[in-house]
C-alpha cells in the first residue's frame, strides 16, 4: 500500500519490487486483492504513465516501449496512447512541435547536419516519421 500511496505501479513492477521481501504466493494473493478492490490498476497506470510522459514532451513510440518494460498489457498501452492526448487536448503532432520549438526555437535548419540533428533529436524523444515533416526542408 505504500508504494501505491505514493503513484500508481504497473502489477509486473510491484510483482518486481515486493518480489524480493514477501513469498511468491502470499504476493500473489495480496496483488489480486489490490487489483479487486480497484487500488491496482495497468489501464490507470498507463493512463496515469502516459499523460505524466506526454506533457514533459516524450513522444508515443518512447512511451509505448516504457510501458512494455513495465510490463503492461498492449491493449492498455493503445488505449493510454490514443485517449490521453485526446483528454489533453493535444495531438502527438503538437507535442513534437512544441518540444523541437523549446529546443531549437523558431529558426529554420541552416544545413542538412542542422536539419538530421533535428531529426535525431526527434527519434530519440520517441516520435516518429510522422513528426519529421515537422523539421523544414534546407535548400
Not at 504476493?27 to 490507470?44: I, M, P, T, V, Y
Not at 496515469?48 to 512494455?68: A, C, D
Request: charged letters at 35%; a neutral charge; glycine letters at 8%.
Amino acid at each position: 500500500m505504500n508504494l501505491l500511496a505514493r503513484r500508481e505501479h504497473s502489477l509486473a513492477e510491484l510483482k518486481r519490487k515486493l518480489g524480493q521481501r514477501f513469498d511468491a504466493e502470499e504476493l500473489d494473493a495480496a496483488l489480486e486483492k489490490l487489483a479487486k478492490e480497484n487500488l491496482q490498476s495497468d489501464e490507470r497506470f498507463a493512463q496515469s504513465f502516459t499523460r505524466e510522459r506526454m506533457l514533459r514532451g516524450v513522444g508515443p513510440l518512447r512511451i509505448e516501449s516504457e510501458l512494455r518494460q513495465r510490463g503492461v498489457k498492449h491493449a492498455y498501452i493503445d488505449h493510454a496512447l490514443n485517449c490521453v492526448p485526446t483528454e489533453e487536448g493535444l495531438s502527438w503532432r503538437e507535442v513534437a512541435r512544441d518540444v523541437l520549438q523549446r529546443k531549437f526555437g523558431d529558426a529554420p535548419p541552416a544545413d542538412l547536419p542542422d536539419k538530421a540533428r533535428r531529426l535525431r533529436f526527434l527519434g530519440y524523444r520517441g516520435f516518429g516519421e510522422e513528426a519529421a515533416g515537422l523539421v523544414p526542408d534546407v535548400f
